[in-house]
């Protein structure tokens, strides 16, 4: 592949980041990039096509989800081939953050092409915003394994790290995660956004166990969770902070 004879073409693949929740957040850049692209590519086309038509945005689309994402890729490089121009948006939030996007940026890059980063609302970030002092290392872990043995084995490896890190977990297992962090450390001081930017956002902070048993105690469990671990104990500052 001929990587020189793509750079000279304009196209350009634009990775958007698109709200979490609340659709006020998204951006101006983002709706400009929208509304001027030929072609949106989107982890599911139903999620995107709300969020276009919402803003009386109409544009052709194409799948790009976890599945399918290396094939995916080389229609958006044939679409940048034609010179396309190109936008790439997650579900919500910022792609390649626990969301595809990033084989499909990689891919596009290494095909020769600009790819282009929209920045926009991610879960990780709104949380970290208001979750406090952590230390000066951060860690983004994403989804930890579902299997409780990986799971505890991995909580175990990140809390003895003694650095901040966050998770993202679903209403299902939030309990059983909180459960196993108060397991293994008590003290340490978590933070769990709930629902960011949407109607009912929720942020809890206390002691593993007491936001544990906060959760614990509740009849019924919804939404989307962010889960902050500080680096130190409860109340505790580390000297990196």
Known sequence: MD???YNERVAELYIVGTPIGNLGDITMRALETFRSVDLVAAEDTRETMKLLTHF???????SCRA???????????EALKKGQNVAYASDAGTPGISD???VLAYMVRQAGFKVVPIPGPSAFAALVSVAGPGGKTLVFEGFLSPSPGKRRKRLRELLEAQKAFVL?????????????????DSERRVVVGRELTKLYEEIVEGSAEQVRDNFAARQSIKGEFAVFVSSVLKGRQSDDE
Do not use: C, T, W
């Not at 993202?168 to 293994?184: G, H, N, Q, T, W």
């Open 3 to 5: 990587k020189r004879r």
């Open 56 to 62: 009386e945005i109409s544009k052709p689309m194409i």
């Open 67 to 77: 599945q399918n994402e290396e094939a995916a890729a080389q229609k958006v490089i």
């Open 100 to 102: 595809p996007g990033s």
């Open 168 to 184: 993202y977990e679903s209403p299902f297992r939030i309990v059983k995660l909180l459960a196993d962090i108060a397991d293994i």
